[in-house]
Structure formats: structure tokens, C-alpha cells
């Protein structure tokens, strides 16, 4: 019988350790690992693509050694940049140097700017917001003009919009490296009365200050939209005058606009410029930002030395991001000597004046006893200060706390909340977390389908456990239609990315035939890459395998060493199985009261077969004395959970007693049942 890996509740943001629980990110939000939704069904091989960052925290999560995971990468190749905040991910998935040393060699370089798609505005009048899918992205000139040139190809929809005016909103495809031009004539509104409104007032000249920390303070209302409309744009543009006037903190402003791209094209070596100019004249802002571009060699050669030397002149200022950058290097043993209680320290240095990465850095470390003793209570109140700043980490992992009680008042209504604003902001763990939230029926009434919309956002960013859980509910037509097809290409890209679940998931798919041609080689296969990798239901079924010379030749001490190893996790079917072959003498003496100690063990799980197993033992007298009324009560046990032996043991049986000897059976079994919590 080959078995699935169930539906469970997740422990934690992961499972097993602290250390997955709470994956960190200077931007980026936490990965949470969610027990996998088994599921059946089948689809052709997909061709093999270069490895995305969850697709590594996949692997490192599910305990497949650095060094293979390099190899794979290098085979594969991955298709994301090395930053500050992919390599924090990355480390706290268990990355260590070697690994990082060889993903920073081979991941790609951030885009050139010719690779973007170039947007031209040509409207009339000018002075005109322009937004792209909905998001403010500039003001046209006076002649009507503005270019954009750092958008990406494909389709968008673009809106100009004036006061006095009709909003001009159309779609627009922009193919790679060309220039696309859109022509407008706004036309003005008209009153109730059909005459025409009055055009808008002309701009305030007293918005041109010459004072370079004026001109900063207007680029930053600009980059804001506070009192003027957002426009990265005109926020560069003021930037770029205070910052040409020697003021240190525009240098470091314009030094983000080219990093990021905003209003400016994307220019990390522009970047670096900037923020020399700033750190040189002793900016903090600039120190810290130069560091990170040493950190992951953006402009510069990678250097974590420089990059220390650089974030502690930062933390040393003040600084919370430097702090907090500083920290991390600490954690990591990067550029200086590992010292957690050191990092933990820098950590609540930023978290202390209000610096929300610090924040959900420092509850980190204390949910997980790094640098710090544990403190659950401790790790909900820092947590929640970056939460409430809107940081998808303290956001996912706050809803982890609530759910699962953790240094809080279990509150599935709470965790709801906080899973939800992270999952708006496009965070993985705030996705499959309320994706299960909405599965289970917790703090929200059941809802598979919505269930589904979630666990299919966090899949499409190749969250793996999301894959799984997404092919569960296609096996089984939950919230969305019943699809093999479908089932099996969420688990081979879970199996693929080293999901222990998914690979297993789709060893059941091979060995059942169904959705895909019946292949017990390759059911083997994925079961042994499951076992190896602790998944204790794999290591059951190769073990069956062995036993029965399923895909692989018969060998029952290969059997029973798979099967001792998932027993040593309390799995009941493994104790079921090893009980079996103690019961036989394959692969072990032959043993029936260790037979009988298997199976009882088994049985209290509720397994069904052990049930059985044990009916039998009692039935024949083999390991213990021979008990009609015990038998009879196992017997009945098992009846109910579908074991296609127990009605025909239990007739057979019942024939040899006495009615009151099977009254007593009975009320044995109702009794077990009633201790046990379990219904008939």
C-alpha cells in the first residue's frame, strides 16, 4: 500500500526549528514552510529551468546539503541577483559561505537599461500626471513631454490625468528596447450645464527654491506625494540640483534613485558615485547605502570588508539601517568573526529607535534563542512594532505567533489580520499562511476556492509547500475542478525544487499510474529523494518497495532499515510494516512479541492495518495468550476504517464465542474508543 504525506496543521513560520521559522530579509519577508497537501495526478516533465531564490530555500529548507545545492545551481544556473536581502533569506535557510561564494559567481547582473521598454508621452496641454498601472510615475513637462524608460516590456495601462480635464486612459504593449509613444489631447470637463470648466491655475513659481536644502526637502515631497503630486521624476531632478550644490543628504538621496530606478534610469555605477560623494562628507545615509553596494558587489567589487567598515562609520552615527545592516554581518560571520549576542545587539540598537528591520530582526533572534535567551513574549513585542510599520516579515511572522499561541493568546481572528496585510503586500508567507487559514476554516469561514487564490499567488513565486498544497486541492476538486493533470504539475515542480512532501506526492503519482504511466523505477526514485530526506512516509514506502521488488530488487534488510528509520519518528504505518516483517522473520529474527509491541503502537494511532495486525496476534495466541475478546475488540476497532480483512476476522471469529463474550468486546471497544476521543 503506498501511503501520502497528510494535511497538517505548519509549526511555527516552518517546521521543526526556529530557524525556519522565521526567514529574515533586509526588504524581504519571511518564507514560511506549511506540511504539505498531498495530491495525485500527473504531467510531461517540464523543461528544466534556471533555480529561483525559493527554489534554493527550498532545497536548503528541506536539508539537502549546500554543496549539492551549489552543484545544482551551477548546472541549472539561477535567475535571480545576489543582494543583502536574498542572502539573508538564503543563510537563514542554512547557506553557508561556499554556497554563497558560488551563487554570487554565476546569478545575473541586475538588467541594462536598454532592456527595458521606453515610454514616451506627447500630451497637450503639459503639467499632466501620468500613471502606469494605477502607480504615479511622473508629471509631463510644460511642452507636454515625459520619458520613461525603465518599464517593464509587455502590457500596461497608462492614464493621464489633469484638474479641469477628462482623464485620458488607454493600454499600451511595450515591446523590449523600443520606444513607444502616446499622443493625447485631453479635452476639457464640462459642467451640469454643458459649459466648460475653467482650465486649472498655473503652477506656484514659489515651488523653485535655490536653497540646495530646500530643493532636498522638495525632492523628497515629490518622491513622497506629500502636498504635490508623486513623481520620481521631479523628485530626481531636485535631487540632482541640491546635490550638485555639495549637499550630502541629496547625494545619498539621488544615490537611491539610480539604484532603484527611479525617475532616472538604473544605474548601480551612477549609484555608487552618488553615494560617495555622500559617505565622503561623513553622511550616514551614504555610508550605509555604500556598504550594501560593497555587500553585493552592485557598481563596485563585491567586498564584505569595505562594506563593514562602511555600515559600522553608519552605526556608529546612529544609524538604524546601518545598525541593523551591521548586525547581519555579525550574524553571518561576514567581514568579521560570527558573533550572534554581538548581532542581536546591533540588531536591538536599531530596533530601539524605531528601525522596523531591526525590529523584525531582534524578534527573530528572540523566538529562536540566537544571541539572546528565548522569549517568545518578547519576540511577539518586536514583531509587532515592525508589523505595525508595514513589515512583511513582522506582519507573517505576528500572524505565525497568533495562530499557534506562541508568547501570545492563540487568536486565529489576529492571525488572519496579519497574514492578510502581509499577503497584500506580494509576501509568500503572508500568502500561504492565510491560504491555510482559509483552508483549515480558521478565523475565517472554510473557503477552499479562496483557499486556492492564495496558495496560487504564493506558487507562482515558486513557493513549493504552496505548490503541494495547491496540487492537493486539484486531486481532490477542493475550491477548484478535480485535475490530475493539474495535480501533478504543482507536485513535479515542488519535487523539483527539493520538496520532501512533493517528491514523495509524486512517487505515490508514478506508483499508482494515475496521470502518469505506471513507473515503479521512477516511484522509487522520487521516494528515496524523499526518504533521504528525513520525509518519514517516504522512507515507509521505499521500504515496501524493498519488501515487494517494487522498482528496485527485493531486499528486506533494505526494507527494514527504511522502515526502523521511519518508526524512529513514531510513523504508524512504518510500525505496522516492521511489525509485518517481525511477524515473518524477513530482514530481522522472527519476533512475535515485538510484533505485537509494533502493532499495539501502531493501533493506539488508530492505524486500521494495525487494528487488524494486532486482532490477529490476540486471535492465534502468537506473542501474547490467546484472547477471543481482545481479538474481537481490535477486530472491531478496524472494521470501520475501511482494512479489508477485519469484517471477514471478525465474522470468522464471533463464530468461536459466546454472546457475552462478545457483549464484553464490545463494550472494551466503545470504551477505547470513548478514552481515545475517537467516535465508532
Known sequence: MMHWNRKQKASGVGTGSWKNRARRSFAAAAAMLLVALVSLGAAPQAPRKPLSKDDVIRLLKGEVPSKRVGELAQERGVDFPITTET????????????????????????????????????????????????????TTSPE????????????????????????????????????????????????????????????????NPTDAQAQDKLGLKYELGDGVPKDFSQAAAWYRKAADQGFAPAQSHLGLMYRLGHGVPQDDAESVRWDRK???????????????????????????NEAVKLYRKSA??????????????????????????????????????????GQANLGYMYGSGTGVTHDDAEAVKWYRKAAEQGNALGQSNLGVMYRDGLG?????????????????????????????????????????????????????????TAQVNLGNNYRDGNG??????EAVKWFRLAAEQGNREGQNNLGVLYQSGRGVPKDDVEAANWFRKAAEQG????????????????????????????????????NSRAQYSLGWMFARGRGVPHDDAQAVDLYRKSAEQGDTD????????????????????????WYLLSVPGGNSNAPNNRDLLAKKMTGVQIAEAQRRASLWLAQHGRTP
Do not use: C
Open 610 to 633: 494495525g487494528e487488524n495486525g494486532l486482532g490477529v496476534m490476540y486471535e492465534t495466541g502468537a506473542g501474547v495468550p490467546t484472547d477471543f475478546v481482545e481479538a474481537y475488540k
Open 408 to 464: 501570545v493568546a492563540a487568536d486565529d481572528s489576529e492571525a488572519v489580520k496579519w497574514f492578510r496585510l502581509a499577503a497584500d503586500q506580494g509576501n509568500g508567507a503572508g500568502q500561504l499562511g492565510l491560504g491555510f487559514m482559509y483552508d483549515m476554516g480558521r478565523g475565517v469561514p472554510r473557503d477552499h476556492a479562496e483557499a486556492d487564490r492564495w496558495y496560487a499567488k504564493a506558487a507562482a513565486q515558486g513557493n513549493s
Open 87 to 138: 542572502e539573508r533569506e538564503l543563510r537563514a535557510a542554512g547557506a553557508n559561505d561556499t554556497l554563497m561564494a558560488t551563487l554570487r559567481e554565476i546569478a545575473p547582473k541586475p538588467a541594462p537599461a536598454n532592456s527595458a521598454a521606453v515610454l514616451l508621452i506627447d500630451a497637450s496641454p503639459g503639467g499632466a500626471r501620468v500613471y502606469v498601472d494605477d502607480e504615479p510615475v511622473g
Open 144 to 207: 507636454g513631454r515625459l520619458r520613461m524608460s525603465t518599464l517593464a516590456p509587455g502590457r500596461h495601462r497608462v492614464r493621464l490625468s489633469l484638474d479641469g480635464y477628462q482623464d485620458d486612459e488607454r493600454e499600451v504593449t511595450l515591446p523590449v528596447g523600443q520606444t513607444t509613444t502616446v499622443k493625447s489631447a485631453l479635452t476639457l470637463k464640462t459642467a451640469g450645464s454643458g459649459r466648460t470648466v475653467a482650465p486649472p491655475p498655473a503652477v506656484d513659481n514659489s515651488l
Open 316 to 357: 556608529d552615527q546612529g544609524n538604524g539601517y546601518g545598525q541593523a545592516n551591521l548586525g547581519f554581518m555579525y550574524e553571518y560571520g561576514r567581514g568579521v568573526p560570527k558573533d550572534e549576542p554581538t548581532a542581536a545587539a546591533w540588531y536591538r540598537k536599531a530596533a530601539e529607535q524605531g528601525n522596523p528591520t
Open 480 to 485: 477548484v475542478p478535480q485535475n490530475d493533470a
Open 535 to 570: 520525509n518519514a512516509i517516504a522512507q515507509t514506502n521505499l521500504g515496501n518497495a524493498y519488501r515487494d521488488a517494487r522498482g528496485v530488487p527485493l531486499n528486506d534488510n533494505e526494507a527494514v532499515k527504511w522502515y526502523r528509520l521511519s518508526v524512529a519518528q513514531g
Open 278 to 304: 555622500a559617505a565622503d562628507q561623513g553622511n550616514a545615509q551614504g555610508q550605509n547605502d555604500l556598504g550594501y553596494m560593497y555587500q553585493n558587489g552592485r557598481g563596485v567589487t563585491q567586498d564584505d
